[in-house]
């Protein structure tokens, strides 16, 4: 039996809750399951705890996507497959290209990555959120 959800309030709960979210990619439980139920719980959690352990105040998609690859051991070719070319993943790596609409879509349903992760957020120089 599953051991018992709760608020994740360390790194390594953190570390051991990501593990468990990540058994689920390859075979993601259906809908309406206690499974599908954990999953998504153990996703709001972590989520909640990356929030409050390292506020996205100032997201950088490309530093958001690197991090993602090593925390989860993705390769460059997996990346090159969801941007659809290795020049459009190796300009989007080195700042020279946005993520397009349909990228941050694959990046978000593919990787789970938040999508407001992937889209970044416009500040001014002072730091303050610009329309």
């Given amino acids: 039996m599953a051991e018992e959800l709760h608020l994740i309030r360390n790194e390594a709960e953190y570390e051991a809750a990501m593990i468990e979210y990540e058994r689920y990619f390859d075979d993601e439980p259906a809908r ?35 991090l993602i690859m090593e925390q989860r051991g993705y390769t460059r070719s997996a990346l090159i497959a969801i941007m659809g070319s290795r020049s459009r993943a190796s300009e989007f790596l080195n700042r020279k290209r946005d993520l397009t609409l349909q990228q941050i879509r694959r990046l978000h349903v593919q990787w789970r990555i938040p999508a407001d992760a992937l889209i970044g957020r416009l500040e001014d120089p002072e730091g303050r959120m610009r329309a």
């Fill in 32 to 66: 309406g399951t206690p499974e599908a139920d954990r999953f998504e719980l153990l996703g709001l959690l972590l989520a909640k705890y990356e929030e409050e352990t390292a506020p996205m105040s100032a997201v950088d998609p490309v530093e958001t996507v690197r």
